[in-house]
């Protein structure tokens, strides 16, 4: 049974291209209509279609959407039967809740234990308490910021472990595998990250997302979402606040409320593993309008529903009480679990849990208190699970990566290709 480990040159690759990767901002953007929601994903999409090219596969390209693809041939032995087409893919842009410009990469070696300072914020190190992970990272080769942006490691280390897989595999042609479809998606942490994917263009059988974090990672389901949006008109009259009483209906004031009376064990701050959520993250508006959003999260869409009524439930307390008001609430689908998709064809699963205890990997099999864009591409006919990339603290200044989990992940993809051979072997 072959196995993989990369050699010192190919791991200082791997570290030099995600340093590269995340000195670009490719920040999203929520509130925009245009896709992609901003512009700027595009420049590192443009760099990853020069890498590609470089590499050898001249049909990569991004499309109008910043979609970058690229095809991998496959290189099997005369009578050996077809394998499936596989996807990988990863997303470009970061977090748009912290900021992402300007990130100055910080390369700690042979990390010794502890605390983490950050010379942007020293007052704020990256605490060993509680991101518990840094224990099994003692002796590592770490990737941190100075504390005033987030890394970008969510998803550029996926990035970078894709393009390192695929330029191994340019240098051991030896190494038999099937044809390989290649995606860089843009927009993918405002939920749009599958808006314009043509996944029957694109012709992968099954693929993988390398979106995940810590080593061993793999996610067969993630949350079913929607998102909420609840709208409160005054239809009465706004008054002078000095002159106000008997007579103001105060728009922000019953958004308040609204928040108020949500059910307090079903917030995120309250909630953990397979339990259900309602998210108040956007308030907007004043006395005479006002405009509340919630993102709606749980594992079942009959749990979706009753985070929903729960909403509901509260608008109808809160509009009871403020005759004077119109409210109205709108619910949005997002995406939907694909473990319900997964289950149908597990292979793609399966497959990948074989190849990471062949690399001697322990499985870490969890469902995504999230979504990734293999949420929407399962249902849109394209199994897609998530595999680890080894970054931690996402969304955050705190946030990590190890160079040595990201490495076990380039080496477990190589692994999951000669699985997929074996498996269809004639």
């Not at 990035?159 to 051991?172: D, F, P, Y």
């Not at 606040?241 to 103001?248: E, F, L, N, Y």
């Not at 864009?373 to 680890?388: A, E, V, Y």
């Amino acid at each position: 049974m072959m196995t993989f480990k990369l050699e010192a040159h190919e791991k200082q690759a791997l570290l030099e291209r995600f340093l590269r990767y995340v000195r670009i901002d490719t920040e999203s953007d929520g509130t925009a209509t245009c896709s992609p929601s901003t512009e700027k994903q595009k420049d590192l999409g443009r760099l990853l279609v020069e890498e590609l090219k470089a590499l050898g596969h001249d049909d990569a390209a991004m499309d109008q959407w910043g979609y970058v693809t690229a095809t991998v041939p496959g290189n099997l032995p005369p009578g050996h039967s077809a394998v499936p087409v596989l996807g990988f893919l990863a997303h470009m842009d970061t977090y748009p809740g912290t900021p992402g410009g300007g990130v100055k990469p910080r390369v700690i070696r042979d990390y010794a234990g502890g605390d983490i300072p950050l010379p942007g914020t020293p007052e704020h190190p990256i605490s060993a308490a509680k991101h518990a992970n840094l224990a099994r990272c003692l002796g590592h080769t770490l990737v941190t910021t100075d504390g005033t942006t987030l890394l970008g490691a969510d998803d550029k280390d996926g990035i970078a472990v894709i393009m390192t897989m695929i330029a191994w595999l340019k240098e051991h042609p030896e190494c038999h595998h099937g044809t390989l479809r290649i995606g860089f998606t843009t927009d993918e942490e405002v939920a749009r990250g599958t808006e314009h994917f043509d996944v029957k263009a694109f012709g992968a059988a099954y693929a993988y997302t390398v979106d995940g974090g810590e080593l061993g990672e793999l996610e067969d389901e993630t949350f079913c979402a929607d998102s909420a949006t609840v709208t409160i008109t005054i239809t009465g009259y706004d008054a002078h606040p000095g002159q106000a009483k008997g007579s103001m209906i105060n728009a922000v004031r019953i958004a308040a409320e609204i928040i108020q009376s949500l059910p307090v064990d079903h917030l995120p701050e309250t909630t953990e593993k397979r339990e259900s959520f309602l998210h108040p993250n956007h308030i907007a508006g004043g006395v005479s309008h006002a405009e509340l959003k919630f993102l709606v999260r749980a594992f079942s869409e009959a749990e979706l529903a009753e985070r929903e009524s729960d909403l509901q439930a509260a608008v109808n307390r809160v509009s009871a009480r403020f005759p004077g008001c119109d409210i109205r609430m709108a619910v949005t689908p997002t995406y939907r679990n694909m473990g319900l998709k997964i289950a149908e064809d597990p292979k793609v699963r399966d497959y990948a849990l074989e190849a990471f205890h062949r690399q001697g990997v322990a499985p870490v099999q969890r469902a995504a208190r999230g979504g990734t864009d293999g949420s929407n591409l399962s249902f849109m006919g394209l199994l897609t699970p998530n595999l680890f990339g080894g970054a931690q603290g996402y969304h955050s200044v705190h946030e990590w990566v190890s160079l040595e989990w990201m490495t076990a992940s380039v080496e477990c993809c190589l692994q999951i290709l000669q699985v997929w051979v074996e498996k269809t072997r004639g």
